[in-house]
């Protein structure tokens, strides 16, 4: 029973894990992806601008190339953001999970939250002694002690 208990605490602690780094990339790539759209949106202002300067310039017979330049350098800049802001959405959005790769903190009112107080070591119970390993589980390839009813590292049943 205390083996079902520590694999269930196991694949809870993983879940935990998996679901904050998940929470992590979605909270990455949505910044991401506003800061492209705002210079998406900064980009269309400037074709506008651009339009309206060269009717304006035209109809006057006063065509400018500087401001024209300094309209194209800077359009030229947000479309490179804009392609590199792609790219790095893309590869967050491609982020494989890897366990032990997230820390995870507890915060109450903004504060971290005081760890838990730990017991001194003489009254911890006594550590058992190790167990032959049968074999891997077959789901995560983790070793699996002889005779164990579950993984103690992924919660499967053993066969």
Same mark, same amino acid.
């Given at each position: 029973?205390?083996?079902?208990?520590?694999?269930?605490?196991?694949?809870?602690?993983?879940?935990?894990?998996?679901?904050?780094?998940?929470?992590?990339?979605?909270?990455?790539?949505?910044?991401?992806?506003?800061?492209?759209?705002?210079?998406?949106?900064?980009?269309?202002?400037?074709?506008?601008?651009?339009?309206?300067?060269?009717?304006?310039?035209?109809?006057? &017979? $006063?065509? %400018?190339?500087? !401001?024209? /330049?300094?309209?194209?350098?800077? @359009?030229?800049?947000?479309? +490179?953001?804009?392609?590199?802001?792609?790219?790095?959405?893309?590869?967050?959005?491609?982020?494989?999970?890897?366990?032990?790769?997230?820390?995870?903190?507890?915060?109450?009112? &903004? $504060?971290? %939250?005081?760890? !838990?107080? /730990?017991?001194?070591?003489?009254? @911890?119970?006594?550590?058992? +002694?190790?167990?032959?390993?049968?074999?891997?589980?077959?789901?995560?390839?983790?070793?699996?002690?002889?005779?164990?009813?579950?993984?103690?590292?992924?919660?499967?049943?053993?066969?």
């Amino acid at each position: 029973m205390q083996d079902f208990i520590e694999s269930a605490k196991r694949a809870a602690g993983n879940a935990l894990e998996r679901a904050a780094f998940e929470a992590e990339k979605v909270r990455r790539s949505a910044a991401r992806q506003h800061d492209m759209e705002l210079a998406e949106r900064e980009r269309a202002a400037l074709l506008e601008q651009i339009a309206g300067i060269v009717l304006d310039l035209e109809a006057r &017979g $006063q065509l %400018a190339p500087e !401001a024209l /330049r300094r309209l194209g350098q800077r @359009l030229r800049q947000l479309q +490179t953001e804009i392609t590199t802001a792609q790219a790095e959405v893309q590869a967050i959005r491609n982020e494989a999970y890897k366990p032990g790769s997230v820390s995870i903190q507890v915060t109450h009112n &903004g $504060q971290p %939250a005081a760890p !838990a107080p /730990r017991a001194p070591a003489s009254a @911890l119970p006594p550590q058992p +002694t190790p167990v032959a390993v049968s074999a891997p589980c077959p789901t995560c390839r983790n070793p699996v002690r002889a005779g164990a009813t579950f993984c103690p590292s992924c919660g499967a049943r053993m066969s």
